[in-house]
């Protein structure tokens, strides 16, 4: 029998290595394929697009399901089971993954206009284009929206303005338009606001004294929160050092402040790495030990100054700077700082409700509007320090979010975070009129440049065609024609534009219906870029998959057959279907008197476990000898050194 196991097991482990195979498409037949993965994944997100689009239902294993009307979460929840139109999807996905994390925001048009751009390429392509000039025709086209979008763009300079752009942002919601607003009037333009889960039903807003700087964590392994990758500490320590830290002795005193006190430890140094880091991972892993370890913000003076900002918000010792010459070895609890609050991501870092020791943050906030003060100061050393003063003196505005379930809370703060990355774009790059608007008025621009090659303004009107998109979706989800009102906008000039919410036609500057100019524009260049390229595909190649789990097990056979080719003989198991003749102890029933006892005679159906007499000798007569085995198993990469001998079972 063993032998016979080893000779099937030896048939499967050939057959798996085969499955290692790729598969290779061409053409337009698997261009039609990703198309389909494309639409289906446009489509999800298109009808989440405008102040009348609709929410999506994403399931979560082991939790309730997330309603949603983020774009980027409804991309990023799609996987198809066809390969070839997820590869499809998953390139738009990126095109939306990239314009988050540039913008912020402007997923859902990122995507539409991928879409667009992707189908209409392909369709040229497949009528026998040019791909490449295509594809150049589509980026010079981009480039002059570019421009255009930043002649067309307007500086934000009001709280209303930045009021408007919220809510639009948050699909109209004008309470969370009025919270950011006032959030942006208190600590400033370049302050920090930051979004949590509230406990009532109402959302507030509350400011608390804190600093943000834009390092995070040197490695993910410190991650503790469950909802995302990020480092979330309650009533935290802080060591504080200007130089490296590559030895587990230079922070040993420092971890045993900090396991004796019972609290968490934020390590902030010029880096991390060697032993030291790998002490602190391996403690986490493996005892769940509460550290993190953060690189020092910018680089430099500034570096320098950064760290004495936070040094005075916490109420940190500084070790390695030109003044303190204590050793960050000898670090006492004395010398490590406090804060109520750590959120730490891969690129930023939140300390929050710091506690400085006497006098110090005053005489650093003094100390700074001294040298702004100073005539000798520079004008963009001028414009860090105001920074700096905003940080230590305004502290971080803190939105909690308030509803009636966690489903309600979890859908409104993802709008409100759309809301707040709008907000900073608008600030950063202007605003442009919203509603699709903007895209409508480069068309005319574009179908006035004249290039000699006819792929060339092939690939220009592809994108004339695919700005008019948003407008065209927009008009779609408030239910009206949507060519219609995207031929009545083109007509006119300007901001006029439709309102989608009250259903007219407008100036739409002056009604707040505007969009933030670095979010069309890294909508336009994501799409462009990724669905441009897309449409110069002629092969893909992919990992071959057999559908049928049952024919990989049996290296190319199907059903239960195949199967009981790896499985060690299933035929043997078999033979214990004869168990069955075990029904007959059912003639215990007439154990009201001991001759019922005869009924037993039901077992003599065991005798068709003699059946299993012959699972050891029928498998063996078809298996090969020793030396045959021998071979076969040394035939498998890997396995050259094994040998195969039948086992004694006197062992056993």
Known sequence: MFRSRVCKSVLASRSFIRMYSKEVRFGPEVRALMIRGVDVLADAVAVTMGPKGRSVIVERPWTSPKITKDGFTVARSIALHDQHMNLGAKLVQDVASKTNESAGDGTTTATVLARAIAKEGFSQITMGANPVEIRRGAMLAVEVVKQKLKEMSKTVETREEIQQVATISANGDTEIGRLIGEATDIVGPKGTITVKEGKRLKDELSIIQGLRF???????????????????????????????????????????????????????????????????????????????????PSYGQQRKDLIGDISAATGATIFGDDINYSKVEKAQLADLGQVGEAVITKDSTLLLQGTPKPGLLEMRIQQIKDELADKQTKPEQQDRLRQRLSALTKGVAVLHIGGASEVEVSEKKDRVVDALNATRAAIEEGIVPGGGTAFLRCIPHLQKLKLGSSDLQKGIQIICNAMQMPCLTIAQNAGVDGATVVAKVLNESDDFGYDAMGDEYCALIEKGIIDPTKVVRSAITDAAGVASLL?????????????????????????????????????????LSGLGGMGGMGGMG???????????????????????????????????????????????????????????????
């Open 214 to 296: 834009d390092t995070g964590f040197v490695s993910p392994f410190f991650v503790n929160s469950g909802k995302g990758t990020k480092v979330e500490f309650a009533n935290a320590l802080v060591l504080i050092s200007l130089k490296k830290i590559t030895s587990l002795s230079q922070i040993v005193n420092a971890l045993e402040q900090s396991l004796a006190q019972r609290r968490p430890l934020v390590i902030i140094a010029e880096d991390i790495s060697g032993e030291a880091l790998n002490a602190l991972v391996l403690n986490k892993l493996r005892v769940g030990l509460q550290v993190c370890a953060i690189k020092s």
């Open 535 to 575: 449409s110069t595909t002629e092969v893909v190649i992919t990992d071959s998959r057999d559908n049928d789990l049952l024919a990989k097990l049996a290296g190319g056979g199907g059903g239960m057959d195949g199967l009981d080719m790896n499985m060690g003989g299933l035929d043997e198991l078999a033979a």
């Open 590 to 652: 007439g154990m009201g008197g001991m001759g019922g006892m005869g009924g037993m005679g039901g077992m003599g159906g065991m005798a068709g476990m003699g059946g299993m007499s012959g699972m050891g000798d029928s498998p063996d007569s078809q298996c090969p000898s020793n030396e045959e085995m021998n071979a076969m198993v040394k035939a498998i990469p890997g396995m050259e050194n094994v040998e195969v001998r039948d086992i004694d079972s006197n062992m056993m």
